[in-house]
């Protein structure tokens, strides 16, 4: 198997396993030379399964986010944190599954249209406040963010149409600060 | 330093003056207190190189091949605790360090590997002699660095230190562009360092201690697993004390052989799949284990889920994702070996072991560690002898396979820091580079290098190295003609089927001889003692002694990989096969008892 599908096996967990969770892991990491590539390879090396991985800069221009969606049973996933905090060049490691969090996922999908198909697409859109983004005489573009449920659903609903590309950023999250208990 | 000190300098710092990379790399080595360096140069480090010549602070040790110089470093470290230091060039330079650093960071050996690299703006196109060494080591160092201004070289450098020799140790490797160790800065070398998400947790927590020892006060049945952590943590004095204190057997690991006295009634010798019958056997039956700076390796558990699986488990390891990573304990406590015992010290009483230790006495009575002897030499005699004569003063330095074994079982280790192996990568060709190292680091000990005659040839380059510093090195070849491990997994499991197993040996003691070595060979066991003798008795440099041992032998007792108690093989008894040469009688070794010391050759008072 190639690394990269070690690394991002998105295929369906296979027989289904009530001690496997999908965990979304936030992690603060210096912008240091190699710093991503020694995540993604720690991943690869102990063979856990990434769902989808965002990375991108933060407030703090020496540090970057990366949110990481793994899955796995309880051990592997105190593993997998232990092992993300052993990197030298990791600052922090947050695994929001037990905290409470926002998350959104973005996706831009090109979908085949004709003339007959049109409305019915710019409809699904409008129904998940996707907007087109382009558009040409067999194609219309989509955008659409939010939680990774809607955007599985706008994409099963469009799947009919024959999806000819699409691009997902994978979930980035951010922990809740209020939670109402003030 | 021969050099004329500048205005404003000070050992730590250039004052005014500008410096190259290259000698910022020398003044930072100096400022780290590295007295040796394994090395060899090429293309990309010959401006550090130059930087080097006027030295005599730090002294350069040029093996005969990279891999040489990582196990070097290895053996230094493991004898002395300090980090093991190696410089060599880029490309294959760098990348024969591999196998080297990979063994480091199985074994938990602070390593600093300082390799050289083509000038940055040659990076990535396909230079002469160029290898991404950093991406290649990624997943085999603790950290690594690709130095990209020299204005950061002496802040990496130690910040490599640092993060080689705390917390759980392991190698650093450091890529040294040619064009970055030829700029100029003003040097100052830092005084502390500090990490934002590297801070080692040394002081266990003081809960989870008073549970391990609540735990440890309600056992009948304990045992003591101790691995090489308590050596690394230089916590053998408390571990023996802890035993002591509470009547508590004691199994080691490969690593762990030393940390306990293995003639003392507690000793069990070491444990796992050639582990004793006895130790195995309390490790299943306990009811309390106290697993110490172990990692539950599969060599140790064979089936993890059958490992003392009626057992209360605590673990003290420094490394928190060591803990549960196998094996789920009861009572984890993260913090360093030796803080951590100290504590706990405090907390436990001495325990009624008796009825246990009977039962431990009885398994020791009805299997103690055994070896068919006679005429042909056997290398557990070898071993045994060895251990008698040097009374366990001396410091061994042992290859991978069934040697490496029998010295673990045969030798009777008592001191840390005196077994020096590859355990977790089992990297043959370790022995002889490694035990090298050990001398630089340790005259106060005899330096005994044991390979088989397969390990041997993989970094036999070094005898060159050896002689020409006149290593003190007593450099022993177990010569089975057989790549005598995988000819027993074959004889056992594969029905014989002796898959290119066999070697075409060169005559070692010429060989040795042609390097300039003082060199013998025994061939029959009455042999052995003698020549034992006369090479521990040989001071004037290294000595070297083929010992050419029966063809087939095995290693016992052997749990089969994966498996448990349940299914340990013990070492047959006396010529089931009826081809016992007449005269061949077996001998038998105990942990922790007066051993039967067989009188076979007797020694002429003269040798």
Redesign the interface.
């Given at each position: 198997m190639p690394p990269s599908q070690a690394m991002l096996n998105t295929q369906s967990p296979g027989p289904p396993d009530e001690k496997v969770k999908r965990h979304t892991i936030s992690i603060l990491v210096q912008n240091k030379f190699g710093a991503f590539n020694r995540i993604a390879g720690m991943f690869a090396a102990k063979g856990y399964n990434i769902d989808s991985l965002s990375v991108g800069p933060t407030e703090d221009e020496g540090v970057s986010r990366m949110t990481i969606v793994a899955r796995g049973d309880d051990q592997i996933i105190e593993q997998i944190t232990k092992q993300l905090n052993k990197l030298i060049d990791i600052v922090k490691v947050i695994d929001l599954t037990f905290e409470s969090f926002v998350d959104r996922e973005l996706v831009l999908v090109k979908v085949h249209a004709t003339n007959d198909s049109r409305p019915e697409i710019m409809q699904i859109a409008e129904i998940f406040r996707a907007k087109v983004v382009d558009i040409s005489p067999r194609t219309l573009t989509l955008e659409a963010t939010g939680s990774q449920q809607k955007v599985d659903a706008i994409i099963k609903m469009l799947k009919p149409f024959s999806i000819k590309e699409m691009a997902r950023t994978g979930r980035v999250a951010l922990k809740r600060e209020f939670q109402g208990e003030v | 330093m021969t050099r004329q000190a500048h205005e404003g300098e000070s050992p730590a710092s250039s004052g005014g003056r500008l410096m190259t990379g290259a000698e910022i790399f020398v003044r930072s080595l100096i400022a780290e207190n590295v007295e040796v360096l394994f090395g060899y140069p090429g293309g990309a480090t010959i401006g550090v190189y130059d930087a080097l010549h006027d030295i005599s602070d730090i002294k350069h040790v040029l093996t005969r091949h990279e891999q040489g110089a990582t196990h070097a470093a290895e053996g230094y470290a493991k004898a002395t605790g300090k980090p093991g230091v190696v410089l060599v060039t880029s490309g294959p330079g760098a990348t024969n360090t591999v196998t080297g650093i990979a063994d480091a960071m199985m074994d938990s050996i602070p390593l600093v590997v300082f390799t050289g690299q083509v000038p940055l703006r040659l990076i990535g196109n396909d230079a002469f002699q160029e290898a991404d060494i950093?991406?290649i080591t990624?997943?085999i160092t603790?950290?690594n660095y690709?130095v990209?201004d020299v204005r950061e070289l002496a802040q990496t450098i130690k910040e490599a230190f640092y993060?080689a020799t705390s917390g759980r140790p392991g190698p650093v490797l450091v890529d040294l562009p040619k064009d970055v160790m030829a700029q100029k800065t003003h040097f100052e070398y830092p005084g502390s360092v500090t990490?934002?998400?590297?801070n080692p947790i040394l002081e266990g927590n003081v809960r989870q201690i008073k549970k391990a020892a609540d735990m440890i006060n309600a056992a009948s049945r304990p045992v003591l697993y101790v691995g090489g952590g308590t050596i690394l943590s230089n916590a053998a004095a408390e571990l023996t004390a802890l035993a002591r204190k509470l009547g508590c057997p004691v199994t080691t690991t490969l690593h762990g052989l030393g940390s306990f006295p293995e003639n003392d009634p507690l000793a069990m010798g070491m444990l796992g799949m050639h582990g004793t019958w006895y130790s195995n056997m309390a490790v299943h039956f306990c009811d309390v284990l106290i697993a110490v700076g172990a990692r539950f390796d599969d060599r140790v558990t064979g089936n993890v889920d059958a490992f003392a699986a009626e057992a209360k488990k605590i673990h003290i390891d420094i490394?928190?994702?060591a803990i549960?990573?196998n094996v789920?304990v009861d009572v984890p406590i993260v913090g360093d070996v030796k803080s951590v015992l100290t504590a706990l010290l405090e907390l436990v009483n001495p325990l009624e072991t008796k009825d246990w230790l009977k039962t431990i006495e009885a398994w020791k009575d009805e299997h103690p560690l055994r070896y068919r002897n006679g005429e042909e030499i056997r290398a557990q005699y070898v071993i045994q002898k060895l251990g008698e004569i040097t009374e366990g003063n001396a410091i061994v330095v042992t290859d991978v396979g069934q040697h490496q074994m029998w010295a673990a079982q045969f030798f009777n280790f008592s001191h840390p820091r005196t077994h020096i192996t590859s355990g977790g990568l089992g990297t043959m060709g370790f022995s002889l580079p490694a035990a090298m190292g050990a001398v630089f680091g340790r005259r106060d000990l005899p330096v005994i290098s044991i390979s088989g005659d397969g390990g041997f040839q993989m970094n036999s380059q070094e005898m060159a190295t050896i002689v020409q510093h006149r290593l003190p090195i007593k450099i022993f070849v177990i010569n089975n003609g057989f790549l005598g491990m995988v000819r027993q997994w074959q004889e056992l499991f594969w029905r014989r089927r002796y898959s290119h197993v066999e070697l075409a040996n060169p005559d070692f003691v010429r060989l040795a001889e042609a390097y300039g070595c003082t060199a013998y060979r025994a061939t029959r066991t009455e042999e052995v003692e003698v020549v034992l003798r006369k090479a521990m008795a040989h001071t004037d440099g290294p000595v070297f002694v083929e010992f050419v041992v029966a063809k087939e032998d095995n290693v016992y007792p052997m749990i089969p990989a994966g498996q448990t108690v349940n299914e340990m093989i013990d070492t047959p008894d006396p010529a089931p096969d009826g081809k016992q040469p007449a005269g061949d009688r077996i001998e038998t070794v105990e942990k922790g008892k007066a051993r039967k010391v067989s009188v076979h050759a007797p020694v002429p008072s003269n040798a």
């Open positions: - | 950093v991406g990624r997943p603790k950290h690709l990209r993060i990490l934002q998400n590297y490394d928190p994702s549960s990573k789920k």
